[in-house]
């Protein structure tokens, strides 16, 4: 790395501090940015900045947004009652990719991790609650991710809200399509032999 001049060595160092990215692939990444033209480069440098000084938490649902109201929470083909809670904005993606759900999303930004020292008031279940008090919520789908974590704050959830006239439901979560039955570890079969339905 100390071949390079300071300004790529610079360059190389600040890829290298995104998730995922070790510092041979930085270096790869840097050169085909130098190699580039210099309108490629400011596009991304622009599309970097744009996002922080752009993109906000929709004020409802906390997804990502370029207005107050993220596009979803505008939409009126969406259905109100039905209330999907996840942890991440990726995570509203990745429902909405499987097309199999047709309401509003609440997005806690985070998980319970006492470990880590993040507690109720340090994700938007808060919100939550005041959503479901002042919206026409009938069911809330607790989305949140199948390890430890996500799985105490759907039952964390799941407490706080049972006394509110609602159904509360837990995605479901099983073997893989495709999965080969041997190769799936306990709590997921475990998991997979609760949640069976009949046929
Ligand atoms: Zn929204």
Redesign the pocket.
């Known amino acids: 790395m100390s071949y390079y001049p300071a300004s790529v060595q610079n360059l190389i160092k600040n890829i290298a501090k995104l998730p995922g990215i070790g510092e041979k692939t930085a270096e790869r990444l840097a050169m085909h940015i130098l190699r580039g033209s210099r309108q490629e480069a400011e596009q991304l440098a622009q599309s970097i900045l744009n996002v922080k000084d752009k993109v906000k938490f929709?004020v409802?649902?906390?997804?990502l947004?370029d207005g107050e109201?993220?596009r979803?929470?505008s939409d009126p083909s969406r259905d109100p009652a039905l209330l999907c809670v996840v942890e991440q904005p990726a995570d509203m993606v990745a429902v909405e990719k499987s097309g199999a759900f047709g309401g509003m999303?609440h997005i806690l930004s985070g998980a319970l991790s006492p470990m880590n020292g993040i507690g109720p008031e340090n994700i938007r279940i808060r919100e939550l609650i005041a959503r479901v008090e002042k919206d026409q919520v009938k069911e809330v789908v607790l989305a949140t991710g199948t390890n430890v974590e996500g799985e105490a704050t759907a039952s964390y959830i799941a407490r706080i809200l049972e006394k509110y006239p609602i159904k509360i439901t837990r995605i479901a979560s099983g073997v893989p399509m495709g999965g080969d039955l041997k190769y799936v570890d306990q709590v997921t079969l475990k998991r997979a032999l609760e949640t069976r339905h009949a046929l």
């Open positions: 929709c409802r649902c906390f997804a947004s109201l993220c979803l929470c999303y």
